[in-house]
């Protein structure tokens, strides 16, 4: 082989980037063999248990916790404050929404550490709230409740999503039966079917002062069904993306935000729904997207492990970091907003069996936008 004609330097500055891209790889695929394998468990499972959705491919939809358990923790201690173990399948998959009420001693206040918040920056060193204080053995001597207050029936396949109505007297639920349940909390019982959706339902939302529901669904389309005339309730059906819409939820303002397996996301105006206002186009896919109520910052988790900041616009504003001490190992799955935390005021769960705790320096994104 003939002698490079590159610099030495140059040459090996090159060899040494090819061979961590190498390693990265290889990590990748490592990972992905170890994930198809707990999938394919998990569908082994749920069809065992008579759980299997016609027409779908269970690989593909979000999953929640295998163990059966829905748990509240603490954002100041990092520690499992109760845990919910009523349900007969993995994360509703035994075709039922749960309402069960505690009462959560809650820790006292802990002085916070003096730690450097995100930045602007891509390629500097992010910081966040450690993935070693959520280990995990916490949840072990939480309080645990077994019975429900409240059972909502009447799906025919897994329960993937619910959230409250306004005014918190009606619950709206997700399923992969194709349709969306509007239940009266008190009676427990069944208000209205949405359906119409042609394949299975990933994510509902309710606006947080009108009664207005978003539904997505595998189907590429999301719809938006409005409530705010009692005595009749109208439909309409968005198609602006070419893949499964993962989520679509609504912000303070006028706007529905939807992301998707297309690699999209985006930002719609309620009072001109016809072309969006924004498109964010990324490098994998979106799963559940979640909106900063006081900003209106958009928090992307992805299917390649990362998560990413954006504005309302379209913005790129930050993107958080993943290493081997930070960050997600696996698929991000979803994102939560707590604005009025001190400590953390985002939160990202994924595949890696993690809930990691952020503290986002929203003025700083801003400013430096």
């Known amino acids: ?14 060899l040494e980037l090819f061979g961590q891209i190498e390693r990265e ?39 929640k916790a295998k163990d059966h358990t829905a748990m509240l923790w603490s954002i100041e201690t990092g520690k499992c404050l109760l845990k919910y173990v009523g349900h007969a399948g993995s994360a509703s998959g035994d075709q039922t929404a749960h309402i069960w009420r505690f009462m959560v001693q809650l820790p006292a206040p802990q002085p916070t550490a003096d730690t450097s918040q995100v930045s602007v920056d891509d390629e500097i060193d992010f910081s966040d709230k450690d993935e070693a204080d959520c280990d995990g053995d916490g949840s072990s001597e939480c309080p645990t409740i077994r019975v429900p207050s409240t059972t909502l029936k009447s799906h025919q396949g897994v329960v993937i999503a619910a959230d409250w109505l306004v005014g918190g007297k009606q619950v709206v639920t997700a399923s992969w039966d194709r349709a969306a349940n509007l239940y009266d909390v008190e009676t427990s019982e069944l208000v209205h079917s949405l359906t119409g959706h042609d394949q299975e339902l990933t994510h509902c939302c309710t606006h947080p002062t009108q009664r207005l529901v978003v539904t997505s669904s595998r189907d590429t389309t999301f719809r938006l069904w409005d409530f705010r005339d009692p005595s009749i309730h109208s439909v309409n059906v968005f198609q602006g993306h070419t893949d499964t819409v993962t989520s679509a939820v609504f912000t303070v303002g006028d706007n529905v935000v939807s992301g998707s397996d297309d690699r999209t996301v985006k930002v719609w105006d309620l009072k001109n729904m016809r072309s969006p206002i924004a498109t964010i186009r990324t490098d994998s896919a979106v799963n559940r997207i979640s909106v900063s109520v006081s900003q209106r910052i958009i928090a992307l988790p992805h299917d390649n492990r990362q998560v990413r900041l954006f504005d309302m616009a379209g913005v790129r504003l930050a993107r958080l970091p993943r290493s081997n001490r930070q960050g997600h190992r696996r698929m991000v799955c979803c994102s939560a907003w707590s604005e009025d935390n001190p400590i953390c005021n985002l939160f990202t769960c994924g595949f890696d069996r993690q809930a990691i705790g952020w503290n986002i320096n929203i003025p700083a994104l801003l400013q430096d936008k």
């Open 25 to 63: 790889f290889e990590n990748l695929y490592i990972e992905n063999v170890e994930l198809r394998r707990e999938i394919d468990t998990l569908n082994e499972r749920l069809a065992a248990e008579g759980q299997t959705v016609d027409g779908g491919d269970l690989s593909r939809g979000p999953l």
């Open 1 to 14: 082989m003939e002698d490079s004609k590159l610099p030495s330097a140059i040459r090996h500055n090159l």
